[in-house]
């Protein structure tokens, strides 16, 4: 059976401080309540704060992951963090392609594969984002946008490679706005890209890949987006920023 996740990208927010008190919250949270046995929880911190999330997270329920890769191994490539840095923190999960990299850092889906082959050079668990603009759903483009985002993003890999990619479908009109994809047209997306994988791969591999919701996904929300056969877990923007929603999100199966 394929696993739940809930990750909570906390993108660039809290201070030190701050997130510190963040993880303790949702640690003192986590003590005493029973999570579904198939539902992961995955913090996502800014680099600074990786290494003590990652130290919390031994001590607790959750996993944790960085929000973005360099796409080279070493070297001359001054401000970026290697996948060989994310693995020495013993991390779990990295984000890659998350539209706020492809929208301001010119991230493409050659350089989405080339930090995916880097993330599993170094056994780490890509979260690879699609999702198309408000523009391509007018135009009813979103199906051809998401399958070149796989295709050209994912579909270089081996299926035994494969096995180890979490996909995150965040619709960019639904990040940070308020407005989220109704249940049913998440569920027609993820229906839509777990038939790609199929046809790739195999149906045995497409039945075991996770495939998260983002856009929005709240509390109030929650429940109706993970009730979906092919809505698998969420990728969690602003409501992971307090421990109430996020654990409240992480219950919501
Ligand atoms: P949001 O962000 O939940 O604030 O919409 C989701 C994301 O960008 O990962």
Known sequence: MRKHIVAGNWKMNKTFEEADDLINDIMDKLEGLTLDRNTELVICPPFPYLEMASEYGDESYFAVGAQDVSEQDSGAYTGEVSAAMLESLELTYCIVGHSERRAYHHETDEIVARKVDQLLKYN?????????????????????????????????????????????????????????????????????????????????????????YGGSCKPSNAKELFANPDVDGGLIGGASLKADDFIAIATAF
Do not use: M
């Open 124 to 212: 780490l668990r890509p979260i690879v984002c699609c999702g198309e603009v408000l523009q391509e759903r007018e135009e009813g483009r979103q199906f051809d946008v998401v399958k070149k985002q796989i295709t050209d993003g994912l579909f270089h890999l081996s299926a035994e490679q494969f096995a180890n990619i979490v996909i995150a479908y965040e619709p960019v009109w639904a990040i940070g706005t308020g407005k989220t994809a109704t249940p049913e047209q998440a569920q027609e997306i993820h229906a839509f890209i777990r038939g790609l994988i199929a046809e790739k791969y195999g149906k045995e591999v497409a039945d075991e890949t996770s495939i998260l």
